[in-house]
């Protein structure tokens, strides 16, 4: 079993950064893939990053270059740092962890989910 809670979130201007923590309970956490999913108002959940087990990430192509997914194995937290923020990032971002192999991208992928922590981001 693994909780996540995320943290970070808050509303910022355009242009801005932002870094979104996700720390997670359980002894394994270091054997998950850790992702970042978002959910805007009217929209469905979407994969934002991920990272892998020995530290690869990937990216939905809407974000590359602004925002970076890190793990810190040790503090048992997954973080997104998001720069260049822009109106169309605002949404809820949760954190997620996953027990499969691979590179999972889907919402179905995934084992356990946070609560999540709002991103607003003004114009």
């Known amino acids: 079993q693994v909780q996540l809670v995320e943290s970070g979130g808050g509303l910022v201007q355009a242009g801005g950064s932002l870094r979104l923590s996700c720390a997670a309970s359980?002894?394994?956490?270091?054997?998950?893939?850790l992702g970042w999913f978002r959910q805007a108002p009217g929209k469905e959940r979407e994969f934002v990053a991920a990272?892998?087990?020995?530290?690869?990430?990937y990216y939905a192509d809407s974000v590359k270059g602004r925002f970076t997914i890190s793990r810190d194995n040790a503090k048992n937290t997954v973080y997104l740092q998001i720069d260049s923020l822009k109106p169309e990032d605002t949404a809820v971002y949760c954190c997620?962890?996953?027990?499969?192999?691979?590179?999972?991208?889907?919402?179905?992928?995934?084992?356990?989910w946070g609560q999540g922590t709002q991103v607003t981001v003004s114009s």
């Open positions: 990272i892998g087990l020995g530290g690869y990430t």
């Open positions: 359980g002894r394994t956490f270091s054997s998950y893939v």
């Open positions: 997620a962890a996953a027990s499969t192999l691979g590179y999972p991208r889907k919402t179905y992928e995934y084992d356990y």
